[in-house]
């Protein structure tokens, strides 16, 4: 083999290869056949070994030989290429290509002519390697787009065909093999891994397909119009898949000028995915992302973060989309549906964006020339923004929530100028269609939106009249509906009335509905006769109808508000056959409602006085029968948030206590000052009642003060108790009725069991004090200190008493019916009167018979028993002669014991100090020994060289640990350290 041959190839040994037939020694044919023989050689040895540097070397050969001018060997040349090229990079045969097609056509078609006869052939070979025909596609597309490029381009239409009929169904398959991948990345969505697209089976990749997509030029080739169409399809749903949205829309242009009966459809679907690339608000199917959690299990975060939205990514949405609408005006053939350019409209903003009238009119020109049906959902859309940012000001500041730095002021702002804006449009609208029942109804449902957060605001005196004219306004629309009901139409359309319903309930949507929105209970009758109203069959539909859908929208529903829901759902209906699941639901809270009451009970007679304390006993009345079946009334009885051990049956967590504590405090805190509020254990047993079949759970026990002689009732309380329902679980406010009291005059508290305890303090008798210390404890709540005891001893007086407040301990789990368990402590400072002249101390006597007295009595650091009287001895003044003798013997054993110790000292020979200093810590740490060292400095007892060493020891451990620019020194032995410190001092 020669070099001429194979360039670089001249050292490999070749056998000798036959000189073809027909062929003379030393003309190009030989030469060629040498070539190809040298090629097939090659591949040979890629089988055996593998190189790849092999099948380099065979491609040059080859390439030579169909470069060549020469046809005789183009054959065999080409049946070696479609082996070759498909096993090469594709950057060494593809600029090959593109120029072979340039300077020699013919034999260029003919390589693409091979390529796409061996992608046919191969199918089954390469049906499980996507990426080799993904290679092949993208050379013939190379190369039919260079012939393309020149100014005598007149391509054979047989191939152009095949390559676009390939491509079309690789298209096909890749385009339902890829799943619609989430943007990588999109403001206001959670940040997200990139990642390829999943292939879920051997298709080619999306971006090869893109690679080798029929340009422009490609398209206009074509001679068949039906083909050529069909291409454009393909391209642009292609496109669409990968996000390439000007490619495709230019395509729709061209199918839109050929005014084909596709242009409607790929341009619905253009801008459906149009609207999902450019909205920036965060995807629903991302939302549940895990919570983490600090070494110390304190939250961090919860979920992934969101990219922020910019206000100038909103705008260049906008921007695009104006420019987009402005060349969809121009296409020939029937507009799009408004509703797709209005979705796209709003996908440019984030939920809770306030559109402006300049933004609508860029887009869709005067607002009000749009279909009043488009309208009616630009505008709800524009209410539900302005709700979502409404919810955002009443969950500013709340635990969990994102932290705003916006003044609620500015956005109080935002949300009145977002329902003026609203309101606006709509009364524009309704100038030209004023009988137009669906701009009627967005507009009452803004009105009531505005009144209900202008309440919410500032109450005002109007509020109830302002909310009937809207109910009222709610009517006429139904009139409106009702003259344009069809009453064949097998279908009826509840919005309406549902909308009516919903703000009688007490907010326009559903899932706003709290027990604050108060509803209004005269609504649901006159729902139900403006639907039996309707025409012929029409009104009996309606009323079906919306018994049926009253189960399913119970989902959205509070579950405190599922009653109120059904109640009045009910009474629109007027328990309509079709209510079904709903009715036996409203059934069964009824039920619970009848078998679970609470009941407050004073503890004690009527009459508990102004600013005294008093008690009140919470009780859950209830059947045996729905104690069993809820699994008792324990949990009610915990904070179950944060608490591991917690268990609620499949509902969320819930602060029970918390909950009943707020809502109690709120109920009586303008009359009543609530001292506390002490709950049973949540292992509480319930306890039979005389009444067969019910029980009674004890729940609280409140201690009040009322706030003035007025107050004469107390109000009723209210315990919220959650049970599953089967559709989820319901929250029931079970009420109790008011009490009646007399806070005008005081009735003794009742008691029994009282115990008291007094102690005497003798040990600054001296001082001419005692301390005397009362504590006393009851079963019900203890009386005041003139009720317990006698006055205090003769001969003393008290200068100071330190009361302190009633406390109720606990729940007495050994009382018969429900008691709790308080305490009470006075501590009295006393001095003796000054015609004092008895010694003894007498403890006062219990002023009640059955009350139980212990006395007690300090001996040193002591307590110790005592009897009911007392001896104080010297209490008050000790005799002078004692005191002088006393001081005298105490000077005189000090002296001798320090001349004795000086004595001793000055014999002895001065061994070495020994300093022990502070005690060494456990564990030595640069903080540890640090500290050590300053209760070294600090205790003192180091010469001067001592404490200077000392102070630059504390230095050089600070600069090497703590400073910002430790030093590259040898970091200090710490057990050193210590060491030395605690040793001898010099």
């Known amino acids: 083999m020669t070099p001429d041959l194979v360039a670089g190839g001249a050292d490999l040994p070749v056998a000798p290869t036959p000189r073809a037939k027909g062929t003379a020694p030393g003309t190009p044919g030989d030469l060629h056949a040498k070539q190809l023989a040298a090629a097939r050689e090659l591949l040979a040895r890629n089988a055996k070994d593998g190189q790849a540097a092999h099948l380099e070397a065979a491609w040059k050969p080859v390439a030579a030989v169909l470069e060549a001018s020469d046809t005789g060997s183009t054959t065999d040349a080409l049946r070696l290429a479609t082996d070759l090229i498909p096993r090469l990079r594709i950057d060494i045969v593809k600029p090959w290509l593109v120029s072979l097609m340039a300077a020699n056509p013919d034999r260029g078609w003919a390589v693409v002519e091979a390529l796409g006869e061996h992608l046919t052939r191969a199918e089954s070979a390469l049906a499980s390697n996507p990426d080799r025909r993904g290679k092949l596609l993208k050379l013939q597309s190379a190369a039919i787009n260079a012939h393309l490029a020149t100014k005598s381009a007149n391509p054979p239409q047989k191939l152009i065909v095949r390559f676009a009929t390939k491509w079309m169904e690789e298209a096909e398959a890749a385009r339902r093999a890829v799943p619609p991948p989430p943007p990588p990345f999109q403001p206001g969505r959670p940040v997200q891994p990139t990642r390829p697209p999943a292939r879920t089976d051997h298709s080619v990749s999306i971006y090869d397909l893109i690679d080798s997509a029929p340009n422009e030029r490609f398209v206009e080739s074509l001679a068949d119009q039906e083909f050529r169409a069909r291409t454009l399809e393909s391209l642009v749903r292609t496109y669409l898949v990968e996000g390439e949205e000007a490619a495709a829309f230019t395509n729709i242009e061209i199918l839109a000028a050929a005014?084909?009966?596709?242009?409607?459809?790929?341009?619905?679907?253009?801008?459906?995915?149009?609207?999902?690339?450019?909205?920036?608000?965060?995807?629903?199917?991302?939302?549940?992302?895990p919570i983490v959690y600090g070494p110390n299990g304190q939250m961090i975060s919860r979920g992934q973060p969101l990219v922020p939205v910019t206000r100038s990514l909103q705008e260049r949405n906008l921007d695009e989309l104006t420019q987009l609408v402005a060349r969809i005006k121009k296409l020939p053939g029937t507009p799009p549906d408004e509703s797709l350019l209005i979705q796209a409209f709003m996908s440019c903003y984030t939920a809770n964006a306030i559109y402006t009238r300049q933004a609508l009119q860029g887009v869709f020109g005067p607002p009000q020339n749009l279909k009043p049906d488009s309208l009616a959902r630009l505008t709800e859309q524009m209410r539900m923004s302005v709700t979502a940012l409404r919810m955002q000001l009443t969950q500013q500041g709340q635990p969990g929530q994102a932290k705003s730095t916006r003044k609620p002021e500015d956005l109080q702002g935002d949300v009145l100028a977002g329902y003026a804006m609203t309101r606006s449009l709509l009364d524009d609208a309704l100038v030209k269609q004023a009988t137009n029942w669906r701009l009627a109804l967005t507009r009452a449902v803004v009105m009531f939106d505005e009144l209900d957060f202008q309440h919410d605001i500032?109450?005002?005196?109007?509020?109830?009249?302002?909310?009937?004219?809207?109910?009222?306004?709610?009517?006429?629309?139904?009139?409106?509906?009702?003259?344009?009901?069809?009453?064949?139409?097998?279908?009826?359309?509840?919005?309406?009335?549902?909308?009516?319903?919903?703000?009688?309930?007490?907010?326009?949507?559903?899932?706003?509905?709290?027990?604050a929105k108060l509803p209004d209970p005269r609504q649901p009758a006159k729902i139900r006769a403006a639907m039996q109203s309707l025409p012929g069959e029409a009104g009996e539909r309606h009323v079906a109808e919306f018994a049926a859908a009253l189960y399913p929208k119970l989902a959205t529903v509070k579950p405190a508000m599922k009653p109120r829901f059904l109640k009045m759902g009910a009474e629109v209906v007027d328990n309509h056959p079709r209510l079904g699941p709903a009715?036996?639901?409203?059934?069964?809270?009824?039920?619970?409602?009848?078998?679970?009451?609470?009941?407050?009970?004073?503890?004690?007679?009527?009459?508990?006085?102004?600013?005294?304390?008093?008690?009140?006993?919470?009780?859950?009345?209830?059947?045996?029968e729905i104690e069993q079946g809820s699994g008792g009334f324990g949990r009610f009885l915990q904070n179950q948030v944060g608490n591991p051990m917690a268990y609620n049956y499949g509902r969320p967590a819930t602060n029970y206590r918390d909950r009943f504590e707020n809502t109690m405090s709120a109920a009586l805190g303008e009359h009543f000052e609530v001292v506390s509020c002490t709950f049973e254990s949540d292992k509480v047993v319930s306890r039979p009642t005389p009444e067969e079949g019910w029980r009674i759970t004890p729940y609280a026990y409140v201690l009040l003060k009322a706030r003035g002689p007025q107050v004469d009732r107390l109000p009723p309380l209210q315990l919220d108790?959650?049970?599953?329902?089967?559709?989820?679980?319901?929250?029931?406010?079970?009420?109790?009725?008011?009490?009646?009291?007399?806070?005008?005059?005081?009735?003794?508290?009742?008691?029994?069991?009282?115990?008291?305890?007094?102690?005497?303090?003798?040990?600054?008798?001296?001082?001419?004090?005692?301390?005397?210390?009362?504590?006393?404890?009851?079963?019900?709540?203890?009386?005041?200190?003139?009720?317990?005891?006698?006055?205090?001893?003769?001969?003393?007086?008290?200068?100071?008493?330190?009361?302190?407040?009633?406390?109720?301990?606990?729940?007495?789990?050994?009382?018969?019916?429900?008691?709790?368990?308080?305490?009470?402590?006075?501590?009295?400072?006393?001095?003796?009167?000054?015609?004092?002249?008895?010694?003894?101390?007498?403890?006062?006597?219990?002023?009640?018979?059955?009350?139980?007295?212990?006395?007690?009595?300090?001996?040193?650091?002591?307590?110790?028993?005592?009897?009911?009287?007392?001896?104080?001895?010297?209490?008050?003044?000790?005799?002078?002669t004692y005191r002088r003798y006393a001081a005298l013997a105490v000077l005189i054993g000090v002296v001798c014991v320090v001349a004795v110790v000086a004595w001793r000292l000055l014999r002895r020979p001065r061994p070495a100090q020994r300093w022990h200093g502070p005690q060494v810590p456990n564990r030595l740490t640069p903080v540890t020994v640090l500290g050590y060292l300053r209760s070294v400095a600090t205790q003192g007892g180091l010469s001067t060289s001592q404490n200077a060493e000392l102070q630059k020891t504390i230095q050089r451990i600070e600069q090497h640990y703590f400073s910002e620019l430790p030093d590259e020194a040898t970091p200090p032995e710490l057990t050193a350290v210590v060491n030395r410190w605690n040793g001898t001092a010099t």
């Open 583 to 624: 009715k036996k639901l409203l059934n069964y809270y009824k039920d619970l409602s009848k078998e679970v009451k609470l009941e407050v009970v004073l503890d004690g007679p009527p009459g508990v006085g102004s600013m005294e304390p008093f008690g009140a006993f919470v009780l859950l009345r209830h059947t045996r």
């Open 458 to 515: 500032q109450p005002k005196p109007d509020f109830t009249s302002r909310r009937t004219e809207i109910m009222a306004e709610f009517a006429r629309i139904a009139g409106l509906y009702a003259a344009q009901v069809d009453e064949r139409d097998s279908s009826p359309n509840l919005t309406v009335y549902e909308q009516w319903f919903s703000a009688a309930l007490g907010a326009s949507d559903l899932q706003g509905l709290t027990e």
């Open 259 to 289: 005014r084909h009966a596709s242009t409607g459809d790929l341009l619905a679907e253009f801008l459906r995915t149009w609207a999902k690339n450019h909205n920036p608000n965060p995807n629903p199917a991302f939302a549940q992302q």
């Open 721 to 880: 108790l959650d049970f599953m329902d089967g559709a989820g679980f319901v929250v029931l406010g079970i009420e109790s009725a008011a009490v009646s009291l007399d806070a005008s005059r005081r009735e003794r508290r009742p008691a029994t069991g009282v115990e008291v305890t007094q102690t005497v303090d003798e040990r600054h008798a001296s001082e001419g004090t005692l301390k005397f210390e009362i504590k006393a404890t009851a079963r019900g709540l203890v009386p005041e200190l003139a009720q317990l005891l006698t006055a205090i001893p003769d001969g003393f007086e008290t200068v100071k008493t330190d009361a302190h407040a009633l406390s109720v301990v606990k729940f007495d789990p050994e009382a018969p019916q429900p008691a709790v368990r308080s305490e009470r402590t006075w501590l009295l400072t006393l001095k003796a009167k000054p015609d004092r002249t008895d010694p003894n101390f007498r403890f006062p006597v219990a002023a009640g018979s059955e009350t139980v007295v212990k006395l007690q009595r300090y001996r040193d650091a002591d307590i110790v028993p005592a009897s009911e009287e007392i001896v104080i001895g010297n209490f008050g003044s000790a005799p002078a």
